[in-house]
């Protein structure tokens, strides 16, 4: 166990569907990540909150949507969605970056929600 | 910018050694390595910053040359649990990393 726990672990959805994809960290982190991990692909940088503002947003299409209510959620919210969107989806938390700047920031994973989409 | 890892795969006897590599087309502020088993989330090994200071495993050391962009990573004796596949994470911002394709290793008895 990381201290990062994710649900479902496991989602089949059709194109229409909506459905949200939900993180929490019990770790005291202030950072907190969304990547997507497709077979045969490196692990790809989706949205960044640091602080509970958005810092990143890798050219994500808005078909997925993130939201953090506070250091400790994260959500991402998905409307139709594509079968290539089929993916492991992992979330992950680290210390964050304050004004004093870039420190260690190991991130801690937390399992992943597989993704099916029909 | 995607870095490069290699080689692709590795297959070791317990005990042996291996070197990852990792290397970057951009100036890098850090590196960070993970391993993953098939099934299982990521799990942080080491953090190498500029400047030299790191952070990580005691069993796993790593080297990172600033100039060249690259970082290594060194599996020493190593032993059947370290089977899985290692990832290199580069940034050049602080603390968003951007992430290779992976070195698979097996270790065999």
Redesign the interface.
């Known amino acids: 166990e990381t201290g990062v726990t994710q649900t479902p672990r496991h989602l089949v959805m059709g194109m229409t569907n909506k459905k949200s994809l939900k993180c929490e960290q019990h770790l005291g982190h202030n950072a907190m990540y969304w990547y997507k991990q497709s077979a045969k692909k490196p692990l790809e940088l989706m949205f960044v909150y640091n602080f509970k503002e958005q810092t990143e947003n890798n050219s994500v299409p808005s078909r997925f949507s993130p939201e953090c209510p506070n250091s400790s959620h994260l959500f991402l919210h998905l409307h139709t969605l594509q079968p290539e969107d089929s993916a492991l989806y992992l979330c992950a938390s680290s210390q964050g970056v304050g004004r004093e700047g870039r420190i260690y920031n190991e991130q801690f994973f937390g399992p992943g929600t597989r993704l099916t989409v029909l | 910018q995607?870095p490069v890892q290699s080689p692709q795969a590795v297959i070791l006897r317990e005990g042996e050694d291996a070197v990852i590599n990792c290397s970057s087309s951009k100036a890098l502020?850090?590196v960070?390595w993970?391993r993953q088993k098939h099934g299982?989330?990521?799990?942080?090994l080491m953090?190498l910053?500029k400047g030299g200071?790191q952070?990580g495993h005691e069993k796993i050391s790593a080297s990172f040359n600033e100039k060249k962009q690259q970082s290594s990573l060194y599996l020493t004796a190593s032993q059947l649990s370290y089977s899985g596949t290692y990832?290199c994470?580069t940034s050049n911002s602080?603390?968003?990393?951007?992430?290779?394709?992976?070195t698979s290793l097996l270790v065999t008895p």
Not at chain 2, 40 to 44: D, G, H, K, L, S
């Open positions: 995607q502020y850090s960070h993970y299982e989330a990521p799990v942080f953090i910053l200071e952070k990832f994470g602080g603390y968003a990393l951007n992430f290779g394709k992976g």
